[in-house]
Every structure is written in C-alpha cells, then in structure tokens.
C-alpha cells in the first residue's frame, strides 16, 4: 500500500529552481533588551519589530550606538511596530541595529542576511520498474521526491548550481551516492551538498528513498509540474523524457503554451487534445492545471507511454537553424551557407 503525497502534482522532474518564498521574522523589544537577538534572514524577507514592554524604543541601524544613516523609528505604544523589508540585492552580511534610549544596556540585535540557496538540477534520469511520487508545497517551495524500486532500480543524476543545497533525506534504505570520490551509503538525516557538485542518487530491488529540498517551481510556460507512477520507468538523457508505465501513472502539467508529445498506448486528458497513436504533436496547454494519464492496467499486454521535452514548451529548437518552425532541407541549406570558420 503506497502513502501518497499530498503535494504531489507540482513538481517538474527536471528544472533549475528560482528565489525561495518570502519569510517574515519577528523581534520584540522588551524593557532593556531584543528578543531574540539575532535571526537569519534572506533578501526579499520582512522584518518586524514589536514593542511588548518599557520604555520607548527605537529600532535605529547601526553599531556601538552609532547611527549608520539607514533605519532610524521609534517604538512604543503609540508605535507598537517597526516594519522593514531587506531589499532584494542585499549582500550576505550582518545588519546590526540598537535601541538608542536603551544602548548602555546593550540593547541590540543583528539581522544576518543569508544568501539564497542554491539550485537542484536533475540531470540524467533512469529509473526500471519503480514507483515515484514527487510534489512541492506551493506555499513553502520545499520540494520532495520518494522513489520505491521494488523489483526494479534507479539511478537519479544530479547537479548544484547557484550556491549549497541542504538535502533532508526523511528515508533511506538501500540507496548510495556516487560521486568523483567514490560511492557512500546514504543515511536519513540532513547532508549538504556544495556548489558545484555533481553525485547520482542510486538503488536497486527492494531500495527506498524519500528527499526534501528547498526549491520552487517557476511560472513561465508550460511545464511539467509533477508526476506519480505506479511500475513505472522513466528515461531522461539530455532534452528528451519517456515515461512507460506497466500500471498506472498521472502527469501534472501548468499551462500557458504548448509542449511538443508524442503517446503510444492508454494516455488520456480530460482538457487537452493529444496527438495520436504514435505521431508527435503541439499539445496546447491553456493557462490552468492539466493532468494527462497513463493507464496500462487493461491486461499484461497494455502499455501507456508518453514522450516529450523536458524543460518548459515553447522552447526554441537549435536545429530549427532558419527559425521558419520546421526542421527540413532548407536549414542544412542554412548550414552549408555559413560554412567556415566563426571564430576572429
């Protein structure tokens, strides 16, 4: 009996993940000091300063009791809040600020500006007969992927860009990380991994894994937004992504453009019109949420297949190279035309 996720469906397989969510932190000025005294904090977040008791405050930039010239407000009862956003390009760095009334007492506090996590980039995908489910909580950004082998296996490649990724592996049983220094078991708990890297995440029969990470899904396009799949195997090698399913499978989709299919087999939606059996075609995904199902659950002898592009639609194609929206004779014409050397 699988769990099921209950944010399953909004996850793309295969994407570099934006800005996490904005964050409010909280302060409260008490009679002769901050509480807390620090927090750490991300540009884009929301600083509030509460006044609980004493009296009054200020909520005033700076350090050793010096202004620095920046934040400078009272905080009191006819003022019970000082509120503040970090500006978007903020660098990394402490903001310190104090209570002027009150700074002989060392009242002060530090917000640590953090810079933003980095990127989870799924690379090569293969995965034999398993079940996966992956979602993300559209109100927090974390994202979450449980794979089940089975009788199956999996190899899942990964890389970081843009800064470190904690990843919160919640189960592990069976599965290893290989990198350039080797292969190692992976053990449940939080591992950070460095900008930079590059690891495959892999198991065989009778393996389980489930991770979390923060990330978010962007909103440009239409994209795969998330999948769960039943006996499922999935192939992902550059642009181009097969999802076969021996069992039953959903896929997510947001729309907003069109995303070039080609489905064999029991593959169905109920708002978009797929190509037929065998032939590759625009499918046009008005603005909304699609689903599209794979349902091989007829007989031994059923199938359901569907292959496409990952990263987004609308996508220009590099061997489109004359951009008329066709790959034909006419681009290798294109091609020969500019034979020779390009570099100065």
């Given at each position: 009996?699988?769990?099921?996720?209950?944010t399953?469906a909004?996850?793309?397989?295969l994407f570099?993940?934006?800005?996490?969510?904005?964050?409010?932190?909280?302060?409260?000025?008490?009679?002769?000091?901050?509480s807390?005294?620090?927090?750490?904090?991300?540009?884009?977040?929301?600083?509030?300063?509460?006044?609980?008791s004493?009296?009054?405050?200020?909520?005033?930039?700076?350090?050793?009791?010096?202004?620095?010239?920046?934040?400078?407000?009272?905080l009191?009862?006819?003022?019970p809040?000082?509120?503040?956003?970090?500006?978007?390009?903020?660098?990394?760095?402490?903001?310190?600020?104090?209570?002027?009334?009150?700074?002989?007492?060392?009242?002060?506090?530090?917000?640590?500006?953090?810079?933003?996590p980095?990127?989870?980039?799924?690379?090569?995908?293969?995965?034999?007969?398993?079940?996966?489910?992956?979602?993300?909580?559209?109100?927090?950004?974390?994202?979450?992927l449980?794979?089940?082998s089975?009788?199956?296996?999996?190899?899942?490649?990964?890389?970081?860009?843009?800064g470190?990724?904690?990843i919160?592996?919640?189960?592990?049983?069976?599965?290893?990380?290989?990198?350039?220094?080797?292969?190692?078991?992976?053990?449940?708990?939080?591992?950070?991994?460095?900008?930079?890297s590059?690891?495959?995440?892999?198991g065989?029969?009778?393996?389980?894994?489930?991770?979390?990470?923060?990330?978010?899904?962007?909103?440009?396009g239409?994209?795969?937004?998330?999948?769960?799949?039943?006996?499922?195997?999935?192939?992902?090698?550059?642009?181009?992504?097969?999802f076969?399913?021996?069992?039953?499978?959903?896929?997510?989709?947001?729309?907003?453009?069109?995303i070039?299919?080609?489905?064999?087999?029991?593959?169905?939606?109920?708002?978009?019109?797929?190509?037929?059996?065998?032939?590759e075609?625009?499918?046009?995904?008005?603005?909304?949420?699609?689903?599209?199902?794979?349902?091989?659950?007829?007989?031994?002898?059923?199938?359901?297949?569907?292959?496409m592009?990952?990263?987004?639609?609308?996508?220009?194609?590099?061997?489109?190279?004359?951009?008329?929206?066709?790959?034909?004779?006419?681009d290798?014409?294109?091609?020969?035309?500019?034979?020779?050397?390009?570099?100065?």
């Amino acid at each position: 009996m699988h769990r099921h996720m209950t944010t399953v469906a909004t996850l793309g397989l295969l994407f570099v993940s934006s800005i996490a969510l904005a964050e409010d932190h909280d302060f409260y000025a008490y009679s002769t000091s901050f509480s807390p005294t620090s927090v750490d904090a991300m540009p884009g977040d929301t600083i509030h300063w509460h006044y609980a008791s004493g009296y009054p405050h200020s909520v005033t930039f700076g350090s050793d009791c010096i202004w620095d010239g920046g934040l400078d407000e009272l905080l009191d009862g006819s003022n019970p809040e000082v509120v503040w956003t970090i500006p978007s390009d903020a660098a990394p760095g402490e903001i310190p600020f104090f209570c002027d009334p009150h700074c002989s007492y060392d009242m002060a506090g530090v917000i640590n500006v953090v810079g933003e996590p980095g990127h989870l980039v799924f690379g090569l995908i293969d995965l034999a007969d398993v079940y996966v489910d992956m979602g993300v909580n559209p109100a927090t950004g974390i994202g979450a992927l449980w794979v089940e082998s089975n009788d199956g296996h999996f190899a899942i490649g990964l890389e970081v860009e843009d800064g470190d990724v904690d990843i919160d592996f919640g189960t592990a049983s069976g599965v290893f990380m290989t990198d350039a220094t080797g292969t190692t078991a992976i053990a449940n708990g939080v591992m950070t991994v460095t900008e930079g890297s590059r690891f495959a995440i892999h198991g065989k029969a009778g393996s389980e894994f489930t991770m979390s990470w923060q990330d978010e899904v962007g909103d440009d396009g239409a994209d795969l937004i998330g999948i769960e799949c039943h006996e499922c195997s999935v192939g992902i090698n550059g642009d181009m992504a097969s999802f076969r399913t021996a069992d039953g499978a959903y896929m997510v989709f947001r729309g907003g453009g069109s995303i070039q299919m080609s489905v064999i087999g029991n593959v169905t939606s109920p708002t978009l019109t797929l190509p037929a059996f065998g032939e590759e075609g625009e499918v046009v995904m008005p603005d909304g949420v699609h689903y599209i199902y794979l349902d091989a659950t007829a007989g031994d002898d059923d199938l359901a297949w569907l292959v496409m592009p990952m990263g987004g639609g609308d996508d220009d194609l590099p061997q489109d190279v004359n951009g008329d929206c066709v790959v034909d004779v006419n681009d290798l014409l294109s091609l020969i035309g500019a034979w020779g050397s390009t570099c100065p």
